[in-house]
């Protein structure tokens, strides 16, 4: 069953970190490899995409907090996300994506909570 699974969510205080992880049951070679959020009443946006070839880009909100990487021969991918905001609650879906932000695989979602 091809799948990804996302892992690593939870609660943390503001200006807390987390690091959110991603297995893919198939390779990734080739694949943008990308993180979304969704907040309740929000429509889904891009948090940071990662090319095969190492490029990189996130969506104006990050401000440099967070980091995408990926291990491609161990078919993961990670984000980690320093100096989190409430704003920043959320559930994460790793996505595959044969073309920039055009995902054809999503995860089931992983829950981040900024609260104090």
């Known amino acids: 069953q091809v799948q990804l699974v996302e892992s690593g969510g939870g609660l943390v205080q503001p200006g807390g970190s987390l690091r959110l992880s991603c297995v893919s049951s198939?390779?990734?070679?080739?694949?943008?490899m990308e993180w979304y959020r969704q907040a309740p009443g929000k429509q889904r946006e891009l948090v940071a995409s990662?090319?095969?070839?190492?490029?990189?880009n996130y969506g104006d909100f990050v401000k440099g907090r967070f980091t995408i990487s990926r291990d491609t021969p161990r078919k993961e991918v990670y984000l980690q996300m320093n100096h989190l905001e409430p704003q920043d609650t959320a559930v994460y879906y790793c996505?595959?994506?044969?073309?920039?932000?055009?995902?054809?695989?999503w995860g089931q979602g992983t829950q981040v909570v900024v609260s104090s």
């Open positions: 996505a595959r994506s044969p073309l920039y932000d055009q995902p054809d695989l």
């Open positions: 198939v390779s990734i070679s080739f694949y943008y």
């Open positions: 990662m090319s095969y070839s190492g490029g990189t």
